[in-house]
Nanobody, 123 residues
Framework: QVQLVESGGGPVQAGGSLRLSCAAS????????MGWFRQAPGKEREFVAR???????YIADSVKGRFTISRDNAKNTVYLQMNSLKPEDTAVYYC?????????????????WGQGTQVTVSS
């Protein structure tokens, strides 16, 4: 069983920055594929970014150039740095972990999910 706890969300003005953190339990965090997703009110959950074994990252086109994902395996934590935030970035942000081998390409490919953290961007 893996527990994921997100933090760092909150209100921010457009153009501002936030850094989300996701702390994971488990002894083999470095082998986890980690992802960030978000869900805005009335919309489906969408992929934001993923980190695979620390060196391989992928960012959704919708946030590319503004968001970056990184991880600190010594702290069992993955981060989502969000810059130049826009009102349309308002959503609940979730982190997810995949423990099985293979690259996750869909939210169903992840094994564990956090409870989410709210990000609200005002104009």
């Amino acid at each position: 069983q893996v527990q994921l706890v997100e933090s760092g969300g909150g209100p921010v003005q457009a153009g501002g920055s936030l850094r989300l953190s996701c702390a994971a339990s488990g002894r083999t965090f470095s082998s986890y594929a980690m992802g960030w997703f978000r869900q805005a009110p009335g919309k489906e959950r969408e992929f934001v970014a993923r980190s695979i074994w620390g060196d391989y990252t992928y960012i959704a086109d919708s946030v590319k150039g503004r968001f970056t994902i990184s991880r600190d395996n010594a702290k069992n934590t993955v981060y989502l740095q969000m810059n130049s935030l826009k009102p349309e970035d308002t959503a609940v942000y979730y982190c997810a972990a995949r423990l099985r081998p293979g690259i996750p390409t869909h939210e169903d490919d992840y094994d564990y999910w956090g409870q989410g953290t709210q990000v609200t961007v005002s104009s």
